[in-house]
């Protein structure tokens, strides 16, 4: 971990977030302890060198396309992944919805996965905004489209038909505990789209632990892809912001889409400075990084996969039950499903000071990130094996309906009451 390291930030707040600020419940909140946020990758706060360089950016009109800072995060984006030009958007949801707003037009169909976050994440955006229809596919459990159903599911020349806009690609997959797509599969899918004229758009929200996992360049991996999204605001510890790279033309369309959709900011250098310092190379950066996240994530999986009481969290993340499978947690996601009442569970393990959330499938979801040590997971680690001996063992709910959402969701994501609410709706 750098220098820089802000382990105090992320774990020590001045108060519980919103959610648990309604109803403190929580004793280690109430005792001002630290808590040990693994929630999300979201969660990050920005480093202090991130901090000093946002005070300190060279500030332009980005709308007028002269922010200085804004352009080097730019053309750094493009160059990395190798594509002509880059996009500084506010979310990765913006970036996958100027992203269909710059490769679709209405009416036309989406090719995708079934639980992928365009799908089931973005509030309907491909429909509301971008006027589309989706063809989901049924992924894989290692995040993959099956290539003879995808081959299938491009559309003829037939009235009846939808046109086949795009296809999309989730890397890594958050449903499948995380999993990278490789290169080869990549192509695989990219020569079927090109095949029929119809471009690949990857929703690489994750798209660096990726590269890291998978020990590939960022420009091998993203080269046969038309577009890509990445999130900076993730596990490359940015307070806000994605990327999406492309071509000229394509980036030119969704600079427009951006546009449109209230997305133009002006001195946004404030906030692209931060992601500067991400994508630098080697340890002065984020990216490198990243292997120490996955590597608590498979000391926290092996951990817990042999404590009586965790189990497979089914679903894409592991179809088959019965014990944890910590090799499935190849990434910076650990999934799994406790033989417990999961709200119970996780409100024994917030007592303990450390924070998981519920996810799809009444599963439970813990992501190692910047600002977690290994000092972090090993008091993760017995704060679990104390959860599960302060709550009643009851079977595991095998609750393998569709997701409505991938977000987290749960009581320590939400008002308690709203989220319990969620829960047992939706999950
Ligand atoms: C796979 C995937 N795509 C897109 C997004 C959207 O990112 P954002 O929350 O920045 O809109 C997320 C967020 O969690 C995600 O997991």
């Known amino acids: 971990m750098s220098p820089d390291t802000n382990v105090r930030d992320v774990r020590v707040r001045s108060g519980p977030p919103p959610a648990l600020r309604v109803r403190r419940t929580t004793t280690a909140i109430l005792a001002g302890m630290a808590v040990i946020d693994l929630r999300s990758d979201t969660v990050t706060h920005p480093s202090p060198e991130m901090r000093r360089a946002m005070a300190e950016a060279e500030l332009g009109d980005d709308v007028l396309g002269d922010d200085p800072t804004v352009n080097a995060l730019e053309e750094r984006a493009a160059d990395l992944l190798g594509k002509e030009a880059a996009l500084f958007v506010s979310s990765g949801t913006q970036g996958n919805l100027v992203a269909q707003l710059a490769h679709l037009q209405r009416g036309m169909e989406t090719i ?22 989706v063809r989901p596919i049924r992924e894989n459990a290692d995040g993959t489209l099956p290539l003879d159903i995808l081959a299938g599911a491009f559309r003829e020349d037939d009235v009846h038909d939808p046109i086949t806009g795009m296809v999309a690609l989730e890397n890594t997959h958050a449903m499948t505990m995380a999993q990278p797509l490789t290169v080869a599969y990549t192509r695989a899918v990219s020569d079927l789209a090109h095949g029929h004229d119809v471009p690949l758009h990857v929703d690489g929200a994750r798209f660096f632990n990726a590269v890291v996992a998978l020990g590939v360049s960022p420009r091998e991996l993203a080269a046969p892809a038309d577009s890509v999204t990445f999130c900076l605001s993730k596990g490359l510890a940015c307070p806000i912001g994605s990327m999406l790279v492309g071509s000229r ?30 994508l630098r190379d080697g ?17 926290l999986a092996i951990a817990i996969a042999a404590m009586d009481g965790i189990v497979s969290p089914g679903g894409l993340a592991q179809p088959q039950p019965g014990p944890l499978d910590p090799g499935r947690a190849t990434t910076n996601f650990v999934l799994f499903r406790v033989e417990r009442d999961r709200n119970e569970f996780l409100e024994a393990l917030a007592k303990r000071g450390v924070w998981m959330v519920g996810y799809p499938h009444n599963q439970i979801r813990a992501v190692p990130h910047y ?19 302060d709550t009643l063992r009851r079977p595991a709910q095998d609750l393998d309906e569709m997701p409505t959402t991938t977000e987290p969701s749960g009581p320590t994501s939400l008002e308690p009451e709203a989220a319990r609410h969620r829960v047992a709706i939706a999950h």
């Open 371 to 389: 600002g977690v040590s290994a000092a972090d997971i090993e008091t993760t680690i017995a704060a679990v094996a104390g959860a599960l001996a």
């Open 112 to 133: 995708a996965g079934t639980e992928t976050h365009i799908i089931v994440d973005e509030a309907g955006g491909h429909a509301a905004l971008v006027r589309t229809t």
């Open 283 to 299: 340890p002065a950066g984020m990216i490198e990084r990243l292997a120490e996240d996955h590597e608590h994530t498979r000391r």
């Open 249 to 278: 033309d394509f980036i030119f369309r969704a600079r427009r889409a951006r546009k449109q959709v209230g997305g133009g900011m002006r001195q946004v250098g404030v906030l692209a400075a931060a992601g500067v310092i991400a």
